[in-house]
Nanobody
């Protein structure tokens, strides 16, 4: 059974940084697509970044590349999201997600329907 448990959220002031972690059990993360999503109150869940299987090509939502960096530690089987220069509009619940079905043939991208395993989320609050 694949399990994802996010941590690292918190409250920071604008301009600050946070690093989210998502250790994964039950699956080897380098063999599938992993992604971060976020959902602000009253808004739809939004894709943030994805890291693909194998070599780990990455892709980001527009406007987030340059401030956010997705990475993984294959030895620790953990997904990360480094967030710098945080803005109040980055306030949201952040979720990690995995494609636990297609392995290296995962579609990836930033569409929710491409991921079937989700963590419980970690809250990020950025104050001005």
């Amino acid at each position: 059974q694949v399990q994802l448990v996010e941590s690292g959220g918190g409250s920071v002031q604008a301009g600050g940084s946070l690093r989210l972690s998502c250790p994964v059990s039950g699956y080897t993360i380098r063999t599938t697509c992993m992604a971060w999503f976020r959902q602000a109150p009253g808004k739809e869940r939004q894709g943030v970044a994805v890291i693909y299987a194998g070599y780990g090509r990455t892709y980001y939502a527009d406007s987030l590349e340059g401030r956010f960096t997705i990475s993984r530690d294959n030895a620790e089987n953990t997904l990360y999201l480094q967030m710098n220069s945080l803005k109040p509009e980055d306030t949201a619940m952040y979720y990690c997600a995995a494609d636990g079905v297609h392995g290296t043939y995962c579609a990836g991208g930033l569409s929710q329907e491409n991921y079937n395993v989700w963590g419980q989320g970690t809250q990020v609050t950025v104050s001005s």
